[in-house]
């Protein structure tokens, strides 16, 4: 009960910290919605009614508590420069964000475990070592600088996609997760990377540990004590990477849909930051925050399966 109250309350601090951080960023920063609109032509008098009709004038607090009330009983807002519901704009939005993360996510794991669990087995070997190299530059390879490369390959020399034919899921979802792939790939391969070295490091050490010694007296297999004993107790380290690392994961997403002009959240990230669209970057940033801690509340629910240490704590 208590772990539940303590996460349910960082969940709300986060959110809370984070939308106002943005809040004070636009306050600070030169220029507003009006001026975004309108221009640098337009008469002060426009410019004020303008400022008044979106409720500019209004206190900083009184603005960003107005926002925060609506916002937790699902009023997003107007756009400011769309004249539509915030709501229905990243309610359609969504799904291209959040497959790209899903997709980069199960790709960091698939690629992760069997990897590392054969550089570990294979570790004095010629391909192990080049394996860890070719892990080395890749963690050293910027996710959007990787997509690029991925873009020119795959996409103009290959030909294996169309770079920026992008197709939406409500028209046809086969090619729109097949369009995902190149992206999800450039996300995914250099956490992957790190996730192997983990991997493979955790498993070394487990397998010095004395429970090892003993399973293998009472006559059990390599593949049983790798699978059934060493890899249970390895694994937990890189679930805690992956958790960690989960906001470097959603980040990496907004910054791909730039390159692979995914038009996902990331896009309209951008625009509504050049326009002063603040209703539209607040709801973004607060979902993504959200998203964020609760797949992290899986991460720890996960982790606690695998490690029944924890789940008296």
Same mark, same amino acid.
């Given at each position: 009960?208590?772990?539940? !109250?303590?996460?349910?309350?960082?969940? @709300?601090?986060?959110?809370?910290?984070?939308?106002?951080?943005?809040?004070?960023?636009?306050?600070?920063?030169?220029?507003?919605?009006?001026?975004?609109?309108?221009?640098?032509?337009?008469?002060?008098?426009?410019?004020?009614?303008?400022?008044?009709?979106?409720? =500019?004038?209004?206190?900083?607090?009184?603005?960003?508590?107005?926002?925060?009330?609506?916002?937790?009983?699902? *009023?997003?807002?107007?756009?400011?420069? &769309?004249? $539509? /519901?915030?709501?229905?704009?990243?309610?359609?939005?969504?799904?291209?964000?959040?497959?790209?993360?899903?997709?980069?996510?199960?790709? %960091?794991?698939?690629?992760?475990?069997?990897?590392? !669990?054969?550089?570990?087995?294979?570790?004095?070997?010629?391909?192990?070592?080049? =394996?860890?190299?070719?892990?080395?530059?890749?963690?050293?390879?910027?996710?959007?600088?990787?997509?690029? =490369?991925?873009?020119?390959?795959?996409?103009? $020399?290959?030909?294996?996609?169309?770079?920026?034919?992008?197709?939406?899921?409500?028209?046809?979802?086969?090619?729109?997760?097949?369009?995902?792939?190149?992206?999800?790939?450039?996300?995914?391969?250099?956490?992957?990377?790190? /996730?192997?070295?983990? #991997?493979?490091?955790?498993?070394? +050490?487990?397998?010095? #540990?004395?429970?090892?010694?003993?399973?293998?007296?009472?006559?059990?297999? /390599?593949? *049983?004590?790798? &699978?059934?004993?060493?890899?249970?107790?390895?694994?937990?380290?890189? @679930?805690?990477?992956?958790?960690?690392?989960?906001? *470097?994961? !959603?980040?990496? /997403?907004?910054?791909?849909?730039?390159?692979?002009?995914?038009?996902? &959240?990331?896009?309209?990230?951008?625009?509504? %930051? +050049?326009?002063?669209?603040?209703?539209?970057?607040?709801?973004?940033?607060? @979902?993504?925050?959200?998203? $964020?801690?609760? %797949?992290? #509340? @899986?991460? *720890?629910?996960?982790?606690? !399966?695998?490690?029944?240490?924890?789940?008296?704590?």
């Amino acid at each position: 009960m208590k772990t539940a !109250v303590r996460k349910a309350a960082a969940f @709300i601090i986060t959110v809370l910290l984070v939308t106002l951080f943005v809040f004070i960023a636009f306050e600070l920063i030169p220029g507003d919605a009006a001026t975004a609109k309108l221009g640098t032509s337009a008469t002060p008098e426009a410019y004020e009614a303008l400022r008044e009709e979106l409720g =500019l004038t209004r206190p900083f607090f009184v603005r960003y508590f107005s926002w925060l009330f609506s916002f937790f009983f699902g *009023d997003m807002g107007t756009s400011y420069s &769309y004249g $539509v /519901s915030v709501r229905s704009m990243l309610a359609s939005k969504l799904p291209i964000t959040l497959t790209l993360t899903l997709m980069s996510f199960v790709m %960091i794991i698939i690629l992760s475990i069997p990897i590392g !669990v054969l550089s570990s087995k294979y570790e004095d070997r010629a391909g192990a070592k080049a =394996l860890d190299v070719l892990g080395q530059l890749t963690m050293s390879v910027p996710p959007f600088f990787l997509g690029i =490369l991925i873009t020119y390959f795959f996409g103009m $020399v290959l030909r294996l996609f169309t770079p920026g034919g992008f197709v939406s899921y409500d028209v046809n979802p086969v090619r729109f997760a097949a369009y995902l792939f190149f992206p999800s790939l450039a996300i995914a391969l250099p956490k992957a990377a790190m /996730s192997i070295k983990l #991997l493979k490091t955790s498993i070394l +050490s487990e397998r010095k #540990l004395d429970y090892v010694r003993t399973a293998y007296s009472r006559g059990n297999s /390599s593949m *049983d004590v790798m &699978y059934k004993h060493v890899l249970k107790n390895a694994i937990i380290p890189v @679930i805690t990477f992956l958790g960690m690392t989960l906001a *470097d994961i !959603v980040a990496g /997403s907004l910054v791909i849909e730039q390159v692979f002009s995914i038009p996902g &959240y990331g896009r309209l990230l951008i625009t509504s %930051i +050049s326009n002063r669209d603040y209703p539209v970057v607040q709801a973004i940033i607060a @979902i993504i925050a959200m998203l $964020v801690i609760i %797949i992290n #509340l @899986i991460v *720890d629910v996960l982790y606690q !399966v695998m490690d029944p240490r924890l789940r008296g704590n």
